[in-house]
């Protein structure tokens, strides 16, 4: 008998689903709505078994959505009667200093949702919206809210406040948030079974290095530092983020460039990182462009290379001893050169890459055997960890 | 027969000066000129075996200043004359892209340097003006120009860029250039001679830790990484700046707490800081309240230590193989307190430190013997740098 949530992901103008049976941990169904309130919409609806549901069309709103999916699952399967659903996950970015676990969506939960948006003001809002479109869609049902933030409210003061004027950063809410938890939390608790040691005794690097990317130092399956910060700006270089940057240089290009405040938050969020370095955020190209030898290219796997390092390196600080290290997320998972520049140099810290095991695939150790910290790829899957995290709630 | 160069500092309000010995080190005579400009300026000019002269009054700019200092040695000594003198030495803050090393000053470089006062628009104006009043002062002498930036600008372009749209950052200029130089080149060198090894085959790790506080990973005699970016704002936590900070918080105040991009800068360069943590920007007050059990003085040198430590983690990720750090400036030199936090917890990346040691005096190790790589107290001294950088070229 299959035990299934349902896994709902919401964007202001997109909206991602996945029917995960809890059990064994795999999709039973899974789609993508894109263009919400444009006259060109785009859905998409996948099972196993069944073929590809694609269609162009006009969905004016999150609820307008939901009746799509739903239609989808009568018509073409799976059943969702069949599924025995548990209740249906939510993935909320920012869940403020309030929010240490996954919660039971009530009306109390939503408004705080909605106190937060000031910190996550293109994320919460559009989380919400699909929160109460789903409570609309699935009224019988349990919804819980799994926070991005949740699994770093472990991080010391040390490493999540700034320095800077204490009633300033009471006032706005100020401090380091970390982002991506739910990947970090996944991973690192896989990491340790992969190691075959309790989670507890088990301190590891995780790098999620996706189009975003962060990375997060977890002591006994605490969260003690990530890479991230108030925003999903800061850290490592990302697709179009600029990740760490002298904060002068804002000021800078505010008085001598003549850019606005929004200029400026757009330049970085949106025009830097590989896009802004080498004219394409996708890191295939990337690597592609520096196989055939194009400086701005090698340079830039350069600079993600330096960042990562240093990353690292401050990380087995931070630690003090580590065991692991993890690699995950699309170029986590599958650009191995990337993971090579990440960790070159780093043998003096007993960090050893085995370059056959590195250029293979999936799961798997990539490590030399004499290296002291293990390193390993380990495929991230946020779904199964919202899912589960449903489960334990109220299963 | 001494041979001695007079070292210049000015800023826009300020003169410093020092007359240094270069063979033997010492300071012959120094003085500080405050308040250039306002009605009420005072002067200070001291010499071994002198009554340090004080003088309250009104000192007009920077050419009345030197005119004064002038009056100061014929009247009190020591000699000008008699300390044949080689030349006249400039610190200038901001020396961009081009200028490797010490220059000596004619209209060309002198232009240049107004060049780049976009990039610190504080500090180069007013070195020129120390500039151009010290060569009327000085007309028959060479004057050189020692860049703060300088010793940096062997950090590789992977380490120097920021992952930021390479048209804007090539347009504006914008890139790490590091400062505070002269000090860490200073005190890399001398830590070598203290190891007893030669410059190009020590790495190190130099602390300088003052008012404004930076970090600089040194491969055999040359900075590859450094915590200063573009402006002296980036890196660790400093008396009243914020050191590093998502950048993504600067376009939220201006957005939810409505301040301007001036107030930000102001609030992140002046506020900010131990100033902003706990009230005084002086590390001894800070000290001193951590002492007395006061949460946010103790809270404070966690957040300082923390940021040390992950730098210091990522310098031995960049460094691959460290033979020494050395902790140096008012608050490296001094606070043994903060030296201790910088490396707690250290101990499995071989650092090890001697509280006895750590607590002693003067220029010294304070590692424990076992202690895989050395660290060390060097006191900096940045006008014996100067002095010999100007020696070194017109000598
Ligand atoms: N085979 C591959 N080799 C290198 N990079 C890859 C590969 N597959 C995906 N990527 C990269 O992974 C990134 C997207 O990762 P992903 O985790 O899907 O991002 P996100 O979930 O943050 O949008 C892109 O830069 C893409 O180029
Ligand atoms: N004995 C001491 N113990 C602790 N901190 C000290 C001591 N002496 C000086 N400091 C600290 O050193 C800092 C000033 O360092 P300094 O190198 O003179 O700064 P800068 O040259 O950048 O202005 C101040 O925070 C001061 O409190």
Do not use: C
Not at 116 to 123: E, F, K, T
Not at 213 to 229: F, Q
Not at 262 to 285: A, P, V, Y
Not at 320 to 325: E, K, L, N, P, Q
Request: glycine residues 12%; proline residues 4%.
């Amino acid at each position: 008998m299959t035990r299934s949530v349902f896994v709902i992901n919401a964007g202001s103008s997109s909206l991602k689903y996945q029917l995960v049976d809890v059990d064994s941990g795999r999709a039973l169904a899974g789609g993508l709505i894109e263009r919400i309130g444009e006259t060109t919409g785009e859905a998409k609806h996948e099972a196993p078994g069944i073929e590809t549901v694609v269609e162009r069309r006009m969905i004016s709103d999150h609820e307008h959505a939901f009746g799509w999916l739903l239609q989808q699952f009568d018509r073409h399967g799976p059943s969702l009667d069949g599924a025995q659903l548990l209740g249906v996950g939510h993935r909320v970015v920012q869940g403020g200093a309030r929010f240490d676990r996954a919660v039971r969506i009530d009306e109390d939960v939503q408004q705080q949702i909605e106190d937060l948006a000031p910190l996550a003001p293109l994320h919460n809002p559009a989380n919400l919206q699909g929160i109460r479109s789903a409570r609309a869609t699935f009224p019988g049902y349990p919804h819980v809210a799994v926070f991005d933030t949740a699994f770093h409210l472990t991080i010391p003061p040390a490493a999540h406040r700034y320095a800077i004027d204490a009633r300033v950063a009471a006032e706005h809410r100020i401090r380091k948030y970390g982002f991506h938890g739910t990947s970090h939390q996944f991973v690192s608790r896989r990491l340790a079974e992969l190691l075959g040691r309790p989670l507890d005794e088990v301190n590891s690097i995780v790098l999620h290095l996706g189009n975003g990317a962060s990375a997060t130092a977890v002591r006994g399956g605490r969260s003690i530092e990530t890479s991230m910060g108030m925003t999903p700006l800061a850290g490592l270089v990302m697709g179009s983020r600029s990740g760490d940057i002298d904060p002068g240089v804002i000021f800078h290009l505010h008085r001598m460039a003549g850019l606005s405040v929004d200029e400026i938050d757009t330049l970085l969020n949106k025009r830097s990182g590989l896009l802004g370095l080498t004219g394409t955020g996708d890191m295939r190209d990337v690597l592609q462009a520096a196989d055939a030898g194009i400086e701005r290219a090698v340079e830039a796997l350069e600079i993600v290379g330096h960042r990562l390092r240093g990353t690292v390196g401050a990380y087995l600080a931070h630690l003090g001893r580590t065991d692991a290290i993890a690699f995950t997320a699309g170029i986590g998972e599958n650009a191995a050169r990337v993971r090579e520049v990440a960790l070159a140099g780093l043998e003096g810290l007993g960090i050893v890459l085995d370059p056959e095991r590195n250029a293979g695939r999936g799961e798997r150790r990539i490590s030399a055997d004499g290296s002291a910290i293990e390193v390993w790829v380990v495929p991230t899957n946020e779904e199964l960890e919202i899912a589960r995290q449903v489960a334990d709630l109220v299963g």
